[in-house]
């Protein structure tokens, strides 16, 4: 018998347990299943039923609730688009109008590294060269140690690197155990931390934010309006926020986050909008 046949099957006890906890069940899937199945077998209950009675007995697992469902996917210059318009666009402009000191850039749920690496490889390519003296500092938070670990490796299989731009590849990856290695030089331009959304305040003054596939795809409600509304608090005048192309801001928090493009998913803070005109 599999845990599912004994009661709940996965997306029955998504429907029952998410909702109230302001989490979108329709996001979870897979991943998360492994993930429950393995909460419920440290837990020692029966199946999906009787870990969602559990969760309505227990306040304290159904705070936690968000980290057993977490999804960890991500991948070197995921939505290829975003990444052109960086390099060609918004990199430039924020080098040339802060020369004075580094951009400060943020990611929140930065998996194994895959996006600030993202960064960090453009920024070492191509903006260094053309802005002297440009400088960049990267920080990228996420709640799992696997993941960071993982990310200050910097090791990757072959299979990762499928997006990543051959002249990159060649140059900044080494053969290494059956994978790849990402030099030093790029490694050391990330700051990778430990850091729980639901606990910890974010760091505050950042150029640019990006916040893919977290809030925006799997909290839902007053959850996700406080955390637009605290990263928006976190971006610098002239600064934005970067989501996936799946996500958008909603119309409960368009009073927070305004669009400033009309295909990418870039939103600038309302108030830095009002305070320019
Ligand atoms: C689906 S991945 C997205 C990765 C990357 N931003 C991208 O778009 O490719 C979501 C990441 O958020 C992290 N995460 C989930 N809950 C979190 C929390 N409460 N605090 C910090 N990070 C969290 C997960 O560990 C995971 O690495």
């Given at each position: 018998m599999t845990?599912?046949?004994r009661g709940?099957?996965f997306?029955e006890f998504?429907?029952?347990a998410?909702?109230?906890r ?25 199946g999906?039923s009787?870990?969602?009675?559990y969760?309505?007995a ?7 609730l968000p ?6 996917v991500?991948?070197?210059f995921?939505?290829?688009e975003?990444?052109?318009?960086l ?6 402009a924020?080098?040339a109008?802060?020369v004075d000191?580094p ?6 749920g930065?998996?194994?590294?895959e996006?600030?690496y993202?960064l960090a ?9 053309a802005?002297q003296?440009?400088g960049i500092?990267?920080t990228a938070?996420?709640?799992?140690k696997?993941?960071l670990?993982?990310a200050?490796r910097?090791?990757y299989?072959?299979k990762?690197?499928?997006e990543?731009p051959r002249?990159l590849q ?5 053969p290494?155990a059956d994978?790849y ?5 790029i ?5 990778f931390?430990?850091?729980d959304?639901l606990?910890d305040d974010?760091p505050r003054e ?14 839902h409600g007053?959850?996700?309006r406080k955390?637009a ?6 971006i ?5 926020l ?5 996500e958008?801001v909603?119309?409960q ?5 305004a669009?400033?493009h009309q295909s990418?998913?870039l ?7 009002k305070?320019?005109?």
């Amino acid at each position: 018998m599999t845990l599912g046949s004994r009661g709940l099957i996965f997306d029955e006890f998504l429907k029952r347990a998410c909702p109230e906890r302001e989490l979108d069940w329709r996001k979870y899937r897979r991943a998360s299943r492994r993930n429950v199945l393995s909460r419920i077998h440290q837990l020692g209950l029966g199946g999906f039923s009787e870990f969602a009675d559990y969760l309505d007995a227990n306040p304290v697992e159904a705070a936690f609730l968000p980290n057993v469902l977490r999804v960890t996917v991500s991948r070197f210059f995921r939505e290829k688009e975003l990444w052109d318009h960086l390099t060609g666009k918004i990199l430039p402009a924020m080098a040339a109008a802060n020369v004075d000191r580094p951009l400060k850039v943020l990611h929140i749920g930065c998996c194994n590294g895959e996006e600030p690496y993202s960064l960090a490889l453009l920024w070492k390519h191509e903006i260094e060269p053309a802005f002297q003296g440009a400088g960049i500092a990267i920080t990228a938070l996420d709640i799992d140690k696997a993941c960071l670990d993982r990310a200050r490796r910097g090791w990757y299989p072959r299979k990762a690197l499928r997006e990543v731009p051959r002249e990159l590849q060649k140059k900044w990856f080494e053969p290494e155990a059956d994978g790849y290695r990402l030099h030093e030089e790029i490694r050391s331009m990330v700051n990778f931390r430990k850091f729980d959304l639901l606990k910890d305040d974010l760091p505050r003054e950042m150029d640019i934010i990006f916040c893919r596939y977290l809030v925006f795809t799997y909290f839902h409600g007053q959850r996700r309006r406080k955390f637009a509304r605290s990263i928006a608090e976190s971006i610098n005048p002239g600064g934005l926020l970067i989501l996936g192309q799946k996500e958008s801001v909603s119309p409960q928090e368009e009073d927070l986050l305004a669009s400033m493009h009309q295909s990418l998913k870039l939103y600038r803070p309302v108030s830095h909008i009002k305070g320019n005109l």
